[in-house]
């Protein structure tokens, strides 16, 4: 066997035939009484303190927001208000 024939690869949701098995496959998923659209969205969405980080982050376009998202709440530089991670209204 060749290596490539022993790998399973599943970064990718799209990768044939183990992409089911990536954290970013879009499998709906219960968690804490509320329901996701993959397990990485629900792992995501637990990192987040305040009701409204939270679904700013889960209103991303693309899950490869997330970094930029989280990054810039926790500094201060961007909120869903556009006031920082503090500010309320």
């Not at 969205?41 to 490869?64: C, E, F, N, T, V």
């Not at 997330?66 to 990054?71: C, E, F, H, R, Y």
Request: a positive charge.
């Amino acid at each position: 066997m060749t290596k490539a024939q022993t790998e399973v690869r599943f970064y990718r949701a799209s990768e044939k035939p183990y992409g089911a098995f990536s954290n970013l496959y879009r499998r709906e998923i219960e968690f804490e009484g509320e329901t996701f659209a993959s397990s990485e969205h629900a792992y995501q969405a637990g990192k987040a303190r305040k009701p409204a980080i939270r679904k700013w982050l889960m209103d991303a376009p693309s899950p490869r927001c997330w970094p930029w998202q989280a990054t810039a709440s926790m500094s201060g530089t961007s909120t869903p208000t556009g006031r920082g991670p503090s500010s309320t209204g």
